[in-house]
């Protein structure tokens, strides 16, 4: 799903944000990259959601060698990667079952279409019932899930994840990750930036480590 080889990112000012980064990720593989503020954590997802373009090396995702990606493509290309984030980035003046909708009527899907889509992706992050509640409502697990929901609605084959849980005490991150292994489980592979490290070794996953900008581990299993 994700084919990453010698990949390497150089800013105008000279600065390498990633340098000679090679891994792979299979469908329905769940993995974590770690590493301090500016390791190159949020630009490593940037490169796979073609914000930016690489500097050197081979990206390819889904197929497709995101290099050689045109402007035209890429709005197709993200469309089937999901995308969370630490803040979940809810409107607040939107109701869950409006938000998780967003996506869906940019897209242009046909309404009813769209209504299931929005109802089975609340189902599967248990938050149906509150479809008609407005975020402020919701505890800080509720409101990242309903992100997570956002994110799958288009049912993406990829799942990206930028520190997912960094505001969330540990009960909550825990949840956070149980609906992330309910999407692994189902196919979906998933990419999760964290610094987290005490919840990382919680959980029997791949780590792979970066250090300004280099990757210094790569670890199958994270609590070895």
Request: hydrophobic share 40%.
């Given at each position: 799903m994700i084919k990453i080889n010698k990949l390497s990112k150089r800013y105008g000012d000279g600065q390498d944000a990633l340098t000679n980064i090679n891994f792979e990720i299979g469908?329905?593989?769940?993995?974590?990259?770690?590493?301090?503020?500016?390791?190159?954590?949020?630009?490593?997802?940037?490169?796979?959601?073609?914000?930016?373009?690489?500097?050197?090396?081979?990206?390819?995702?889904?197929?497709?060698?995101l290099?050689?990606?045109?402007?035209?493509?890429?709005?197709?290309?993200?469309?089937k990667i999901g995308t969370v984030f630490q803040d979940h980035q809810l409107l607040t003046d939107r109701t869950v079952f409006e938000n998780v909708l967003l996506p869906l009527e940019i897209s242009g899907f046909p309404v009813e279409d769209a209504k299931r889509r929005v109802r089975a992706a609340l189902d599967k992050v248990g938050?149906?019932?509150?479809?008609?509640?407005?975020?402020?409502?919701?505890?800080?697990?509720?409101?990242?899930r309903v992100g997570i929901a956002r994110a799958v609605v288009n049912r993406p084959s990829i799942i990206l994840a930028d520190e997912p849980t960094g505001n969330l005490d540990p009960?909550?991150?825990?949840?956070?990750?149980?609906?992330?292994?309910?999407?692994?489980?189902?196919?979906?592979?998933?990419?999760?930036?964290?610094?987290?490290?005490?919840?990382?070794?919680?959980?029997?996953?791949?780590?792979?480590?970066?250090?300004?900008?280099?990757?210094?581990?790569?670890?199958?299993?994270?609590?070895?």
């Open positions: 469908k329905g593989e769940m993995s974590f990259v770690t590493g301090h503020s500016g390791a190159g954590k949020s630009t490593l997802l940037k490169l796979i959601l073609a914000i930016e373009k690489p500097s050197g090396g081979d990206l390819i995702v889904n197929g497709l060698n290099n050689k990606l045109s402007r035209r493509e890429i709005p197709y290309h993200r469309r938050l149906l019932k509150k479809e008609k509640i407005f975020p402020a409502a919701l505890s800080g697990g509720e409101q990242q009960n909550l991150s825990a949840e956070v990750m149980k609906v992330f292994e309910q999407f692994k489980n189902v196919g979906v592979s998933l990419l999760v930036a964290s610094h987290d490290t005490s919840l990382i070794k919680t959980l029997n996953y791949r780590v792979i480590h970066l250090d300004h900008g280099r990757m210094v581990n790569d670890i199958g299993i994270s609590n070895e």
